[in-house]
């Protein structure tokens, strides 16, 4: 077989950011279970909280942040072949399975008592901002779902650690078959035009020490099995890592394997219209006639 890429820096979606004092304060515990995390949303909302903050805006993007959802409730609700042949488009939006992850996601967002402002904040709340609940005082929310790139627009002084910390979406105890998953995004290296040095760098950035650099710039998470854990800059990255490595499922970005004008459009606009009411029924059929549109 043939050299094509391999993943070298990996951003880990799938995670929950909150709070510990907030947590510790409400008398709340890290959920390693959909079954526990249900139970907890449910003890939030009787405590007169709100368990999400959640914000699709993005420009031109507006919508992004709820294919993460729908990809992560997926893959911890089917075999990774079916996630496998849904980006494919071997198996269709308007699958059972797929309408049931749109639909998991749908009752959350547009729950009122779920989510901080309510289901018509989720829309119109920037992406970027919507992490902002969780600190404030009295928190408006007590969880957000994003990739691990978002403690760049926590507000200024919050530390990674203390003031704020982060678990995986967790798995169904009900579904153990399906192990624990991870969805994915990241940089792959490849040669585009071949050459000793070429092959010779590809080489290189096999190598433990290519990792070891990059991991203590507090910047990186390496899939990297033979990298010494211990490089990490940062207890959140070697906890990052920890969670990637250990994952027995990993899937990249669903919506980035799609054509672009499904994963970069309908289905973008399909979660607007989803947490605007639309049924998860509709909205796939409606994305699903964008991907069959096209020759």
Excluded at 201 to 223: D, G, N, Y
Excluded at 232 to 247: N, P
Aim: glycine share 10%; net charge negative; aromatic share 12%.
């Amino acid at each position: 077989p043939g050299f094509y890429a391999f993943p070298y820096k990996i951003d880990v979606k799938g995670l929950v950011w909150y709070s510990p004092d907030n947590f510790e304060e409400a008398g709340y515990k890290v959920p390693k279970t959909q079954e526990e995390l249900a139970e907890l949303e449910k003890k939030i909302i009787a405590d007169g909280g709100k368990p999400w903050c959640i914000g699709l805006g993005s420009g031109g993007a507006t919508g992004w942040p709820a294919t993460d959802w729908v990809e992560d409730i997926m893959l911890r609700t089917q075999p990774p072949e079916v996630y496998d042949k849904w980006v494919k488009n071997e198996i269709p939006f308007t699958d059972a399975a797929v309408v049931n992850a749109i639909d998991i996601f749908g009752k959350i967002a547009t729950d009122d008592k779920m989510v901080d402002g309510g289901a018509k904040a989720v829309a119109a709340t920037d992406f970027r901002d919507s992490p902002k609940g969780l600190f404030t005082v009295p928190p408006k929310c007590y969880m957000h779902h994003q990739a691990s790139f978002i403690p760049s627009f926590f507000p200024e002084g919050v530390k990674l650690g203390q003031d704020a910390d982060f678990f995986p979406y967790p798995p169904y105890a009900s579904k153990p078959e399906l192990g624990t998953p991870l969805e994915v995004a990241g940089t792959l290296v490849m040669i585009t035009k071949d050459s000793k040095a070429s092959r010779e760098f590809i080489k290189f950035l096999q190598m433990p020490l290519a990792h070891e650099l990059w991991m203590a710039q507090k910047s990186f998470v390496t899939p990297f099995k033979g990298a010494n854990k211990d490089a990490y800059g940062s207890d959140a990255l070697k906890k990052q890592g920890e969670i990637l490595v250990g994952a027995t499922t990993v899937r990249f970005d669903g919506s980035d394997l799609m054509p672009g004008k499904v994963g970069a459009g309908s289905f973008w606009t399909g979660m607007i219209d989803l947490v605007g009411g639309k049924s998860a029924q509709d909205v796939a059929t409606d994305i699903q006639k964008s991907w069959d549109a096209i020759k």
